[in-house]
Each structure stands twice: as C-alpha cells, then as structure tokens.
C-alpha cells in the first residue's frame, strides 16, 4: 500500500487530526484516494438502484418515494458510498464539529469519482445545494468548501466547479433542517428551500448538464428541489447529484 493510500485509510479509519503526515498528500494523485477509500467504505453495485443510488436487496424494488414520482425533476442522483462507518463519522465530524480540515479529503474524493465516473459524459458545471451562512444558518459553507477543495486539487482545471461568486445557485435564508428527518416532514423542508433558492445569473446555467453536489442524501427531496431550480431558473438541460453518502433504508 502507498504512502498516500496509507494516510487516507488512516483518517477515515480514526478520524485522527494528523491529516498532512504524508508527504503526497494533498499532491499525489487523487484516484489513489478513492481506491484506497473503497477498501474501507461501502460503495453502491450494479444492484443499487438507477435513480437514487440506494442499497437493494436482490430483486428489491426501491421504495423511495421520489424514484416512483412521475414529477421528479432530478434525472440520477450517484453516491460515492453509504453513510456508514468510517464515511458517517467523518462527515458529522467536518459537518457538526467544525473540523475543516476534511474538506481536502473530501474535495479528493470527489474529484477522483468524477474522473472514474463522468470523463464520458462530463457536466457542463459542477455546483453545490447551497449553504446559508448567517443567522439560523450553518457556521461556514461545507459543501462549497469541499467544492473549492476539489476546484483546488483539479491541477488541469478540467472539470467546471462553480467558484465563482455569487454562485450559481445561492441559498438567501435559513431553512428547516432536514437530517434524519421523516419523508413527509422533508417534503415540507424541500417547499421551504425552493423559496429560498436564488439563481443570480442564469446565463450560466442555460443549456448545461449540471451536476449539484452534496453531502449526503437520504430521501433525495432537496436535490430535486434544486434541480428544478436550475431547470426553470436556469434553464439547465439536465440536472444529476452526486453525494458523498447515500444514507442506508432503516430496515
């Protein structure tokens, strides 16, 4: 195992502050990560269901609501892996208890999934579901800085993350959190949201394949609440997601 492919099982393993002890890391290459990763957390099979990533049984039909719904604005909406383990506890960390400086590993992470994932159909712009920073609103903008991260550790710029400000799409007030929350109560929280999403210059958006990215999913309402933003704000062509963890049906 490499130097790099080490530190990463390390963190993710012990969520250990010590994120820079090897000497490749952030440099080395970044599909070192994600298959370093993979031996560590659980990621979605051919199994998994087409429309929102989630863990089936064999022959399993997805029970998600929006996967069944004929309004569904997002197309596809892809995990990294399942919020389980070593991913989970990561995550609430960075999200949570202000430890930011997952946000390199994460921005990792995302950046080698694309190139494994999306190099033949690549998105014409990569946002994030935004953060409201401010009063009720979260302390510091963990989707866009793992966005930023990954913009950072994309040496080539090949992929189009929006850093621009303001962003494409922009969150203008506090909204109803919607963690672990029941469907219909999420429902109610993706009616709210669309009333505080803004696309400020929709020239960007116009006719692109935009991929939203987010941390975690759980029934996928607030994504398709952001798709359908950019598709009648911004007058995308298509909208997918990719999440960092697809959070498991409690069984």
């Not at 049984?57 to 997002?74: F, K, T, V, Y």
């Not at 550790?153 to 919607?178: E, M, N, Q, V, Y």
């Not at 952001?226 to 009648?232: F, I, K, P, S």
């Not at 911004?234 to 999440?243: H, I, M, S, T, Y």
Request: glycine residues 8%; aromatic residues 6%; hydrophobic residues 40%.
């Amino acid at each position: 195992m490499s130097a790099l492919a080490a530190t990463v099982v390390d963190v993710l393993l012990s969520v250990v502050p010590h994120r820079h002890t090897c000497g490749n890391f952030p440099d080395g290459p970044v599909r070192a990560c994600l298959a370093c990763a993979s031996s560590q957390l659980t990621r979605p099979g051919p199994g998994s269901c087409p429309v929102c990533a989630q863990r089936l049984a064999h022959s399993e039909l997805c029970r998600n609501e929006l996967c069944r719904n004929p309004g569904r604005r997002i197309s596809r909406i892809h995990a990294i892996g399942y919020q389980t383990g070593p991913l989970r506890r990561a995550i609430n960390s960075y999200k949570y208890r202000g430890d930011g400086t997952w946000s390199a590993v994460f921005g990792r992470l995302l950046l080698a999934w694309l190139e494994e994932n999306m190099a033949a159909d690549p998105p014409g712009l990569i946002v994030v579901n935004p953060t409201f920073i401010g009063p009720a609103g979260l302390e510091f903008g963990h989707t866009e800085a793992v966005l930023a991260a990954a913009a950072r550790a994309d040496g080539c710029s090949r992929w189009p993350f929006d850093t621009a400000s303001p962003a494409a799409i922009i969150k203008t007030r506090a909204t109803l959190k919607s963690a672990d929350g029941q469907a219909w109560s999420k429902r109610a929280t993706g009616q709210e949201l669309r009333q505080a999403l803004h696309v400020p210059k929709p020239g960007r958006i116009a006719g692109k394949f935009v991929l939203v990215y987010d941390d975690v999913c759980a029934t996928g309402t607030q994504l398709d609440v952001v798709a359908g933003c950019l598709l009648d704000h911004g007058d995308a062509a298509r909208v997918e997601a990719v999440v960092l963890a697809r959070a498991p049906w409690r069984r």
